[in-house]
């Protein structure tokens, strides 16, 4: 069974850090995976999606790397602004057709003034 | 619509009642998804379908627990006799077959 983790569990940043959160499965048969942004009482907003083929993806001041036989994943969010403050949660697929996310536990990130 | 749309935002039940719950998908996405989410957890999956069909109803957590979409557009999670352990968000989630999920921003249960 696939199992997803995320390292920390919370992190507090002063505004205009570099940070770097932490994925890692134990099933590398996968076929993607995503990075996901939830902010309180709302949905998911997909953030970056990584095919098991390719090494890493980046949009604007994210940049997610993919490591399959290692089992790991990082988000990389460069000059951090209280905005990113959310919760950051990785999921990952095991096909290539629309089939079940396994996600991780999250991150709760603050970033302050 | 241009969203995943769910309703009501927010349930209330006392104990031993039943609840539906409402998942209007991205006009023309075949594929829709329920997941349930515990406070503090990650999302976990409950059920899958493809039109109309119920491809995986693996995830869910008890036989209290039933989804239907029989037009292949709406879809409803019902929930009998519920329980304090039911108390969770649950997301609706919609896709294209290809992937690329559009997710709605949950119907909060809480069972009193």
């Known amino acids: 069974k696939q199992e997803v983790t995320q390292i920390p569990a919370a992190l507090s940043v002063p505004e205009g850090e570099n940070l770097v959160l932490n994925c890692s499965f134990t099933d590398s048969a996968i076929y993607n995976l995503q990075w996901f942004r939830q902010d309180p009482g709302k949905g998911l907003t997909s953030l970056l999606l990584?095919?098991?083929?390719?090494r890493e993806q980046t949009s604007g001041r994210l940049n997610a790397s993919l490591d399959k036989s290692s089992g790991r994943s990082t988000l990389y969010i460069a000059a951090s602004q209280p905005g990113d403050s959310a919760t950051y949660l990785c999921a990952v697929s095991p096909t290539g057709t629309a089939s079940k996310l396994t996600f991780g536990t999250g991150t709760r990130l603050q970033v302050t003034l | 619509g241009a969203g995943v749309s769910q309703s009501p935002r927010y349930k209330v039940a006392k104990r031993g009642q039943d609840v539906a719950l409402r998942c209007d998908p991205i006009?023309?996405?075949?594929?829709l998804f329920w997941y349930q989410q515990a406070l503090g957890q990650g999302p976990e999956f409950l059920t899958y379908?493809?039109?109309?069909?119920?491809?995986?109803k693996s995830g869910l957590p008890s036989d209290r627990f039933f989804a239907e979409r029989p037009e292949g557009s709406v879809s409803t999670l019902k929930i009998q006799r519920t329980q304090k352990e039911d108390s969770a968000v649950y997301l609706c989630a919609s896709s294209l077959l290809e992937g690329g999920y559009t997710f709605g921003s949950g119907t909060r249960l809480t069972v009193v």
């Open positions: 006009s023309g996405h075949v594929s």
């Open positions: 990584i095919q098991s083929s390719q």
């Open positions: 379908f493809q039109n109309e069909a119920q491809l995986d």
